[in-house]
């Protein structure tokens, strides 16, 4: 089936005095329709920016240098390139097809409007309907994030919220206009962990009772195992690994996937998938090493053609994967 999204070649890179840093630098993968893809990798690798870059939401030095964003519709016609898309049809995409929620709520949400008049705003942007029944809806969908006593919360301001209540009013807003993606960028990372699994829970019932698609961008392996269909790896604004979650959790073929999930004891168990252990460190922005990118770290380095040739994406089994263990030699 035709995924829902599909971002080729996507580079994003940061313009600054000392140099460019290329913070995506050639991403290609697809998001399947109604389905959880997790985005996972250390922190500095990319993730967020690449999430970002889709709704073209990164702001100077930020830059996207290159690529396509397809988003795919039902009927099969031809996809819409969301990086070529003008902006007046860009607005129209946000929330109403693909909605974003952040790790910290209130860096989206407005301080001084009610929780209830932002998700009104957001659902007359979209649709012409009247106040009352977007309000009516917005209680609704307070309601169905699970925040109690909905018809007085939606009154709230911001501030007047728990951090967990406060991203769950964040994913009800997202939501409210029934979008067919949602990016949803470490949205449990500042949450406690009864309160990141209630949030995980709730996202896997509304992914069910809505259809939507769901890009998960997290470090927590963890988090990964309980909720992604398919898993795709980043390592220094490349993807390196991406397959079904199973095979890529149990069984990757990537030495850098290899050593997350080794550096994982429990995975699996919620919480405990906190990424630590790979040898070495991400290298400064600026440095990216020759050949493939995770030469300097890899216990398979293999003197002569890793620290020469960059490897390109090929199939193993049911993974993709960018790996001279498995072929795919590309010249720098
Ligand atoms: Fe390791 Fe070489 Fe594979 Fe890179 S190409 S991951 S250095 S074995
Ligand atoms: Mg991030």
């Not at 959790?249 to 998938?273: D, E």
């Amino acid at each position: 089936m035709q995924p829902l999204l599909e971002v080729r070649d996507l580079r994003t890179h940061f313009e600054l005095d000392d140099g460019v840093v290329k913070a995506v630098d050639g991403v290609s993968f697809t998001v399947p329709r109604g389905r959880t893809l997790a985005v996972v990798g250390e922190s500095g690798c990319g993730k967020s920016v690449t999430a970002r870059s889709i709704l073209r939401l990164v702001e100077s030095p930020a830059r996207i240098v290159g690529g396509q964003v397809l988003l795919h519709d039902e009927s099969g016609g031809e996809p819409l390139d969301l990086l070529a898309a003008k902006d007046k049809r860009l607005r129209e995409v946000r929330w109403a097809d693909i909605a974003m929620v952040f790790q910290e709520p209130m860096a989206s949400l407005s301080l001084v409007h009610t929780i209830g008049d932002q998700i009104i705003e957001a659902i007359r942007l979209h649709e012409n309907v009247g106040k009352a029944v977007a309000k009516e809806r917005a209680i609704e969908m307070l309601g169905r994030v699970g925040i109690p006593d909905p018809k007085r919360r939606v009154d709230s301001y911001p501030f007047e919220l728990s951090g967990g209540m406060r991203q769950r009013a964040m994913i009800a807003m997202a939501l409210s206009c029934r979008p067919r993606l949602l990016i949803a960028d470490e949205p449990t990372t500042a949450l406690d962990v009864t309160t990141q699994a209630q949030i995980l829970d709730l996202l896997q019932d509304l992914q069910e009772e809505f259809g939507m698609a769901i890009m998960l961008i997290t470090h927590d392996l963890g988090v990964a195992a309980q909720v992604a269909d398919e898993v795709a790896v980043m390592y220094l604004g490349e993807v390196v690994e991406h397959g079904p979650a199973l095979s890529v959790l149990t069984a990757p073929k990537h030495p850098y996937t290899q050593a997350l999930v080794r550096s994982v004891p429990r995975l699996g168990l919620r919480g405990a998938g906190v990424l630590k252990a790979v040898r070495g460190t991400v290298p400064p922005p600026y440095e990216r090493p020759s050949g493939c990118r995770f030469h300097p770290r890899c216990d398979s380095f293999m003197a002569g053609s890793c620290d020469k040739t960059k490897p390109s994406r090929v199939r193993s089994d049911d993974i993709d994967v960018a790996c001279l263990l498995y072929g795919g030699e590309e010249d720098q």
